[in-house]
């Protein structure tokens, strides 16, 4: 062997000896992977296996006040628009001003006089001039009467035709004298009745024409009401004389009405029905027009109140969600009476001592073990009213708003 091939060998045995490292290293890094991946799995295994954190609710039993609540606007119960009655004119006083109490009679405007005035005079003086014409011709006809002998018979005839056609002229000149007169009063608008101005569109100078627009709305007699929609399963419930509890934006005091009218027919498109609820005249804060909520005190029930996220719906029905002894979830259909302050009332289907999954129960599943959030337990429905998602972050399940499993809406 030359010194040639002893180089060469010399040169190429340590890149046996690099393949060979590198090989051990890529084997110990396949083992770490698999070993960390397989970790990965069990540590996933143990966080699937952790039951989501629910809250839940224990209602009591008992005698629940029942409303129906509602949304509407105040208005006055008798809108009377008022105009002009004659053949109109021109606007030459306006007297009263929205908000002012008025009688039946009072002049609300006036319009310009002159015309009606000059209609009167004439027809007055037309009738004086008769009524001297109707005074001759009496007493021409009394003397021809009182000598009947010196008369003829044809002069005496036509005495009495003249003392009769003198008197039906001055009862025409009356007829036009009284409705000169008729015309000269309707120059003066005025109240058809008590009540209080809502609105007035009269100006001084401003042309009024009969059958035009209303130069005035009167609230007759003051009285004011609220009208509100009502969903047609809530009209059977409401009955004339129930008390109600009115409240406007801006008004901390609610107002005491009675419902004094049901609507007799349903929209056919909207399923609503009218209520109306007069409400005292004498507070100034009831203007027509304003935005009003109102609850209506349809009677004591027994019954429940759950928090609206806790009452369910999907097409089997309506329905609750409760954690059993198991801890685990069960179904439970309950049937909605109707709207609580904090709720819903519920008549049937829960005895009292269930524990109530308040919030998030549409991620769960009938069946599906939990367990109850530490401090959830809550005595009453009002205790879990509001709140976000009711599922623990840590149950690896997403949280859900309140408001996106609220599907029994209040009545």
Known sequence: MNDESRGWRILRSPSRGVLIGGAAVAVVAILLVARLGHSSDDAAGKDQNVPPLVTVVVPSLGNVTATVSLTGQISAQNDMPIGVEGDGGRISAVLVEPGDHVRRGQVLARLNPLTAQSQVDSAAATLDELRASSAAAQAEYARAEGARDSFSKEEFERRRTAALTAQAKVKAAEAQLSEAQTRWQRTSVVAPSDGIVLTRAAEVGQIALAGGPPLFRLARDGQIEMRGQVAEQDMPRLKVGQTALV??????????????????VIDTVTRQGMVRIALPAADQNLRPGAFARADIQTGATVGVVLPQTAVLSDEQGTYTLIVGADSKVERRAVTVAGAHADGLLISNGLSGNERVVAIAGAFLRTGEAVQVAPGALAGSSSDSGGGGGGVDANSKRP???????AAVSAP
């Open 247 to 264: 409240r406007l934006d801006g008004v901390a005091q609610p107002f005491t009405g009675k419902v004094w009218q049901v609507g007799a």
């Open 399 to 405: 949280a859900a708003s309140a408001g996106a499993n």
